[in-house]
């Protein structure tokens, strides 16, 4: 057991960072009090959201984060309901219902708003972005957004076969309910300005090859922004810009991005600058309360909005509260489905021009192949398609900072675990 002076800890928000907080608190013998509240029916895992859970199949259970069991046997007491003001002073939560929880060290793990586009819209009805957990429906208009388990539920209910439904914004989420739609039988148009879309995260070469699979598994491509979208009795209207007429849908997608939910937090005094903003530690401007996940950004870097970079988030919180030293940072990775194959990021893939190289291992677009960006002879990114080993070995070359020779890594042959050897 660990002889933490922290008595008890609330955690707002049941996703990863969440339970991530919750679950290294736990393994590293904090006996304190320990809850969780969470908006959703329970802490369940995001990212099937675009994929096995909105083809239908996964269901909710099996997407649960935990058991429901372990948080009795870890004493982790579950709290369903939407946090609504926080005291950092007093070390409280108010819920929106009235109820109070109160703890020496609050974390905030409250995500993230699928982001609402600048688009003019006359939507008949809806109201704007409804809070989440609030219960209200944030799909009656046959215009979606896809952040909760609700809302994929909703989009489900329409992709069936032979539906037509409008993506807007083909970065990962976008590109990967078009894939699931295809699966599905819907006639899927997508459309963004970017042209590749993902080219930071994924380097050009790559984002180019991926946003021509859509085409290729039957999906239109459009490159423009969308003007208006109008719900209307016979379907969403929608105007592309560029095109003579607007096109009607039995629905669309709006998948542009996602905003951190920081309202309370800077309701509450703390500093918010795209994100909860906190040290190295997870410590907001306050020194009860941390942030982790997608809703802070840590002061110096840039937000992730991914799920691996979550778990390290609460890892580090867990380590703070419990007064050890936090675990080893490594390079940031994430990975995105589309047309069953499998891509992982690891590093930066995207450098200035000039001070970089990238070399293929394999043929570029033949699964499984990898591309690595070199700057001068150290590995700085990696994105793989396919192929989890090279991408394990890219990050340990990116962790310790080894030299290799490109011509090296573009060789199927060489074996890239002796490779690192070797380069000790
Ligand atoms: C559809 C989808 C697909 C994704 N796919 C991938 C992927 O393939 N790979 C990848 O790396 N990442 C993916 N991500 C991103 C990844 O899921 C997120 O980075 C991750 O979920 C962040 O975890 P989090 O705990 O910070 O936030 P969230 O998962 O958003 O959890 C926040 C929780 O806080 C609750 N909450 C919010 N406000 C309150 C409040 N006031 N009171 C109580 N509870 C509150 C919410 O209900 C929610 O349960 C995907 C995300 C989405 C939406």
Redesign the pocket.
């Known amino acids: 057991m660990v002889a933490s002076s922290v008595a008890s800890v609330v955690v707002?928000?049941?996703?990863?960072?969440?339970?991530?907080t919750v679950t290294e608190l736990r393994k590293n013998g904090y006996a304190g009090g320990l809850t969780l509240?969470?908006?959703?029916p329970f802490?369940?895992?995001?990212?099937?959201?675009?994929?096995a859970y909105?083809s239908g199949a996964k269901d909710l259970e099996s997407i649960a984060l935990q058991a429901p069991e372990w948080y009795a046997g870890q004493r982790i007491d579950v709290i369903r309901?939407?946090?609504?003001a926080l005291d950092p002073a007093a070390g409280t939560v108010t819920?929106s219902d009235g109820r109070q929880l109160s703890a020496d060290r609050i974390v905030l793990?409250?995500?993230?708003w699928?982001l609402w586009p600048d688009i003019e819209r006359v939507v008949r009805g809806l109201l704007d972005r409804p809070?989440?957990?609030s219960g209200i429906p944030r799909s009656t208009t046959g215009i979606h957004l896809?952040?909760?388990a609700e809302d994929?539920d909703g989009l489900r209910a329409v992709l069936l076969p032979g539906a037509r439904l409008l993506v807007v914004g083909a970065g990962?989420?976008g590109a990967?309910?078009t894939s699931t739609a295809r699966k599905l039988g819907c006639e899927v148009v997508l459309v963004d300005p970017a042209n590749p879309p993902i080219a930071a995260a994924v380097g050009a070469q790559v984002a180019e090859w991926l946003h021509s699979l859509h085409a290729l598994h039957g999906a239109e491509t459009v490159t423009a922004t969308v003007e208006k979208v109008e719900s209307t009795n016979a379907g969403v209207v929608a105007q592309i810009a560029g095109e003579a007429s607007p096109r009607t849908f039995d629905a669309v997608l709006l998948a542009v991005g996602?905003v951190p939910?920081t309202a309370?937090a800077k309701e509450a005094g703390l500093d918010v600058d795209n994100g909860v903003v906190v040290d190295d530690h997870q410590v907001t401007s306050h020194p009860t309360v941390l942030a982790?996940?997608?809703?802070?950004r840590r002061q110096g870097h840039r937000r992730?909005?991914?799920?691996?970079?979550?778990v390290h988030?609460g890892a580090r919180a867990a380590a703070t509260i419990l007064g050890v030293d936090a675990p080893a940072a490594s390079a940031p990775?994430?990975?995105?489905?589309r047309y069953d194959l499998h891509v992982e990021v690891v590093g930066e893939m995207h450098e200035p021009e000039g001070e970089h190289e990238q070399v293929v291992r394999g043929t570029l677009g033949e699964p499984p192949f990898t591309v690595f960006t070199l700057r001068g002879e150290r590995v700085v990114g990696a994105v793989a398609v396919d192929d989890p080993k090279a991408v394990r070995a890219a990050r340990r070359m990116i962790d310790r900072g080894v030299d290799v020779r490109a011509a090296d890594l573009a060789d199927p042959s060489t074996d890239l675990r002796q490779l690192l050897r070797s380069a000790r």
């Open positions: 707002v928000g049941g996703g990863i960072a969440g339970v991530s509240l969470t908006a959703d802490p369940y895992d995001r990212p099937p959201l675009s994929k909105l309901g939407l946090a609504a819920l793990a409250t995500g993230g699928p809070p989440a957990g896809l952040r909760s994929a990962l989420i990967e309910v996602m939910d309370m982790v996940g997608d809703c802070a992730a909005e991914h799920w691996e970079a979550a988030d990775w994430f990975w995105t489905d």
